[in-house]
């Protein structure tokens, strides 16, 4: 997890704090995000059969304008969990 203020960033793994920067690292422009698999280790790999990977998502969860708490974040996807809600789009079209 990962909160951004005016004043710093703060990154979380499992719900405790991990680590901090400050306000020199926030970001100066909008940002997206985005998912990515990293394949390593391809040198030797002759076959030219098109291969399909699968990731897996559990939750992304974005709140504008609000720094939430772990235990916050986690009672807001409990509850989507417990809704049924698999995706919510809350970007307007066209941005």
Do not use: C
């Not at 990154?11 to 998912?35: C, K, T, W």
């Not at 990977?53 to 969990?81: E, F, G, S």
């Amino acid at each position: 997890m990962v909160t951004i203020n005016d004043s710093n960033i703060t990154y979380y793994v499992d719900g405790q704090e991990f680590g901090r920067d400050d306000a020199r690292y926030l970001p100066e422009r909008p940002m997206s995000i985005n998912f990515n698999q990293w394949l390593i280790d391809l040198a030797g790999q002759t076959s030219t059969t098109p291969r399909a990977y699968d990731q897996k998502v559990d939750y992304v969860l974005h709140v504008k304008d609000q720094v939430l708490t772990p235990a916050q974040v986690a009672a807001k996807i409990a509850a989507y969990r417990t809704a049924g809600t698999t995706f919510e789009d809350t970007v307007p079209a066209g941005q």
